[in-house]
């Protein structure tokens, strides 16, 4: 009757740019990305699914192109979650928030647009938000 959530994120981290670390330059990555510093660029996932955990003190200036996104901290940008998207209750996100699956915490914070992919989206290489089928 009641089952594991399927949704939730990974907790596999791979890589983790630390506090006091600052990165300005698009990232792409594999596996999982944890950000606890502020990284001034895009963060895209390479080829194979992945998973970026934003935390608490954690800031992205850029556009964010994930399969399954964990955000507590600050985005300035849009955010592709081309899975799912978990926004905690410290999370503020300036930009447009595309999803397939989305939790949203009480005091999360979005001043953008909350579109849904649905189920039938092609994601291609451009932009997810094109990709919606009507």
């Known amino acids: ?10 907790s596999r981290i791979d890589t983790l740019v630390g506090a006091d670390t600052r990165i300005d330059g698009d990232i792409h990555f594999t596996g999982g990305l944890r950000v606890d510093g502020s ?27 994930v399969s399954q996104v964990v955000i507590n901290g600050t985005v300035t940008g849009p955010v592709h979650a081309l899975q799912f998207i978990e926004l905690q209750a410290k999370s503020r996100i300036t930009g447009d928030v595309s999803y397939k699956s989305l939790e949203m915490h009480t005091g999360a914070v979005v001043e953008g647009k909350l579109v849904y992919l649905g189920d039938n989206a092609k994601v291609s290489g451009a932009d997810p938000l094109l990709a919606v089928e009507d």
Request: glycine share 8%.
């Open 1 to 10: 009757m009641f089952s594991k959530n399927r949704n939730k994120a990974p």
């Open 39 to 65: 990284i001034r660029g895009n963060v895209t996932e390479s080829e194979t699914p992945s998973t970026l955990v934003l935390s608490e003190n954690g800031r992205i200036e850029g556009a964010i192109t």
